[in-house]
């Protein structure tokens, strides 16, 4: 499973990057908003610290704008991945824009027919947006193993990258589904990482081997 940071903030994406465990990066303009930055420029910046997949979202409604910014964002960097939203004119303009070959990510999926027509659509990534479901009263990671059975009736190639995960357990139900991604917050990167167990262990293993060297 490639894990990616759902942020904007280039220190938590230069932290996961340092450690190894970063596969890319998702933003959002919700995310890019908090950074008080140009956004092509925090887009350059992200795509310099990591060479993996960088999503960068698309503001139009309609599909010729939604074109003409995607070919715009694509410049920054060969790493670049469109974010569209799953809408007729995002599944349009994903159409044309995979014809150009550029990648794609259709963003704000919530069902499995939204999932089919991206993959039709030939995006790179679907986004199910498991959290926000959560939000309203549905298991969003219900979503997941759905759009993997379908994609792999047909052999599609999209990837599905979980998206829209609060906590660390979502990773791990998203990885047991079979996500090809997951697009964490920082703080959830952070969680998984960590267990008292092992704090306590390696104190424990420290003070005991240090004892009887005395
Ligand atoms: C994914 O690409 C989105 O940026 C993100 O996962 C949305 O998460 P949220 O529902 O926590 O805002």
Request: aromatic residues 6%; glycine residues 6%.
């Amino acid at each position: 499973m490639k894990f990616f940071l759902d942020t904007a903030n280039l220190e938590q994406i230069r932290a996961a990057h340092d450690m190894g465990l970063l596969d890319g990066v998702t933003t959002n303009p919700s995310l890019v908003a908090r950074e008080n930055m140009d956004f092509k420029t925090l887009v350059g910046e992200i795509c310099r610290i990591t060479s993996g997949p960088v999503s960068a979202e698309v503001l139009s409604t309609e599909t010729a704008g939604m074109v003409e910014e995607a070919l715009a964002l694509s410049k920054i960097a060969e790493n670049v991945v469109i974010k569209l939203p799953t809408i007729p004119d995002g599944l349009k303009a994903c159409v044309q824009l995979r014809e150009r070959g550029v990648a794609i990510n259709m963003t704000l999926c919530f069902q499995p027919n939204q999932a089919l027509c991206i993959a039709k659509a030939g995006a790179t990534y679907c986004s199910p947006f498991l959290g926000r479901l959560d939000d309203i009263g549905h298991d969003g990671m219900d979503l997941i193993p759905i759009i993997r059975q379908i994609y792999d009736n047909y052999g599609f190639d999209t990837q599905i990258l979980a998206a829209s995960l609060r906590h660390p357990l979502h990773v791990v139900q998203a990885a047991m589904a079979g996500a090809d991604v997951a697009t964490m917050p920082y703080n959830v990167f952070e969680k998984m990482l960590n267990h008292p167990l092992t704090d306590i262990g390696l104190e424990r293993f420290i003070s005991d081997f240090k004892k009887a060297q005395k």
